[in-house]
């Protein structure tokens, strides 16, 4: 089955770029079936949906976070990837990525990677 | 946007028995509402999508109910495996997707 496995720096500083990849295994991000997205939880906290990219490039964000967000995706390496940028303590969470499907009223997710914990911190 | 609330946010249940979670929406979310569980450590698992309908692999006496804006997520007996923490998640307006704030499950 699908299996979706984050990476990436784990201390960020201040005010620089946070930047994750997620790598799918077990089948192609190159389908009209599902989004690709990221999600993230800051500590003993709940979870935030950052947003998402399909196939083609097209992507959503959560308005909260729009202007610091970019999600992008190749499909040659089948994997997507995350940048946030001017990052500060409030940033500090474990970061996960996550499919949804594409079709309307099927928008739950399901599988989720791992996680990983990223910190803001000089 | 919408806006999820779990009650209670801690509740404590003795192994065997019954364990009833809700979920309110700020608005209707119609049956575009799903329930995961997290263990300390990991990753959310989807248990039930379309407010009802468990997801492959979930035990029976995991069974959701509701539409609208209330949801309940009820665990028949519960198992030393099902003490976590529980969210809901509607995705019928968006963006942005939405979750509560969860439901810490606990052994009494």
């Known amino acids: 089955q699908v299996q979706l496995q984050e990476s990436g720096p784990g201390v960020v500083k201040p005010s620089e770029t946070l930047s994750l990849t997620c790598t799918v295994s077990g089948g192609s991000i190159n389908s009209f079936s599902y989004y690709w997205g990221w999600i993230r939880q800051p500590p003993g906290k709940g979870l935030e949906w950052i947003g998402d990219i399909y196939y083609n490039g097209g992507t959503s964000y959560n308005p909260s976070l729009k202007s610091r967000v970019t999600i992008s995706v190749d499909t040659s390496k089948n994997h997507f990837s995350l940048q946030l940028t001017s990052v500060t303590a409030a940033d500090t969470a474990v970061y996960y990525c996550?499919?949804?499907?594409?079709?309307?009223?099927?928008?739950?997710?399901?599988?989720w990677g791992q996680g990983t914990l990223v910190s803001v911190s000089s | 946007e919408i806006v999820l609330t779990q009650s209670p946010a801690t509740l404590s249940v003795s192994p065997g028995e019954r364990a009833t979670l809700s979920c309110r929406a700020s608005?209707?979310?119609?049956?575009?509402l799903a329930w995961y569980q997290q263990k300390l450590g990991q990753a959310p698992r989807l248990l039930i999508s379309?407010?009802?309908t468990r997801a492959t692999g979930i035990p029976a006496r995991f069974s959701g109910t509701g539409s609208g804006t209330e949801f309940t997520l009820t665990i028949s007996s519960l198992q030393s495996e099902d003490f976590a923490v529980y969210y809901c998640?509607?995705?019928?307006?968006?963006?942005?997707?939405?979750f509560g704030q969860g439901t810490k499950l606990q052994i009494k």
């Open positions: 998640q509607q995705y019928d307006y968006w963006p942005p997707y939405t």
């Open positions: 996550a499919r949804r499907s594409s079709a309307v009223d099927y928008n739950w997710f399901d599988p």
């Open positions: 608005q209707s979310v119609s049956s575009n």
């Open positions: 379309g407010a009802s």
